[in-house]
């Protein structure tokens, strides 16, 4: 799920720092949800029949899938064919199958296997060979690039969550990780929509949180996407939609992208309706 004509980030301790901010990231949503009442986890949140639950069960399905990726590559696969292609076969979708069966648990359990599958990913991911391609549903990934998977995941489900309980976080350098795999799948969004991925590269120019500049990709690229990282991280996690957010694209590649732009894997989201 990477983009080959952006350049990656230089390989110091990469997956050390990934895995302390996927961490971090979700001790934030962890937060959010201790403590809630009974029904607090059945209030809806903007994905469309998503509770709280489920997107804390959702969370935690994620993370037992990656936990055997990271351990037992043929494992997965023989998963894979087994779970999610009866699934598949049966026309169900084995996301929603995830979410729901996790969500039916009682709070507490629901939470509690939350924080132990969350605790096990950052153990096999720590433990995994640093430069083998571990599966997924999407094209395999390093041990670094499924961490900062991870963390997209945790921090856009986590933007659902606090927008269900009217609580709007702080934006942090955690947005960072976000806002470069926004930009390494950049090919990835065009073919995810039946196009060609662009030959021409885009660079990002964007404000961080403490008001510096974040910038990827190459010097004098012509197509460029600018504005705050945090607009950038709601765009490419589809948790807000194009018009409501304060970014320029120029360019026809950038202007182009920002539209369909997705930093997960698997098929293009619904995204969000203006205004929601």
Known sequence: MTDPKTPTPPPADVLGGLLEDLRAESAVLDGLVTGLPTEGWSRSTPAAGWTVAHQIAHLAW?????????????????????RVGTLLEAGADPVEEGAREGA???????????RAGREDVLAALAAAPSDVRLPWFG??????SMAT?????????????ADSLGVTREPTARLRHI?????????FAFGAHGLPAPEHPVRLELTAPDGGTWVFGPAGAQDVVTGPALDFCL???????????DLTATGPVATAWLPIA????????KGRQPGA
């Open 62 to 82: 994620t993370d037992d899938w990656t936990a055997l990726a990271a351990r037992d590559a043929e494992g997965f696969g023989a998963a894979l064919r087994d």
């Open 104 to 114: 039916a648990a009682e709070p507490a359990a629901l939470l509690a296997r939350w």
């Open 139 to 144: 094209p395999p990934m390093k041990p670094a």
């Open 149 to 161: 998977a991870r963390l997209m995941e945790t921090w856009a489900h986590g933007q659902d969550v």
């Open 179 to 187: 806002a470069h795999l926004g930009l390494r799948t950049l090919g």
């Open 235 to 245: 765009l490419v996690t589809q948790r807000r939609h194009r018009d409501d957010l």
């Open 262 to 269: 997705q930093a997960f894997a698997g098929a293009p989201g």
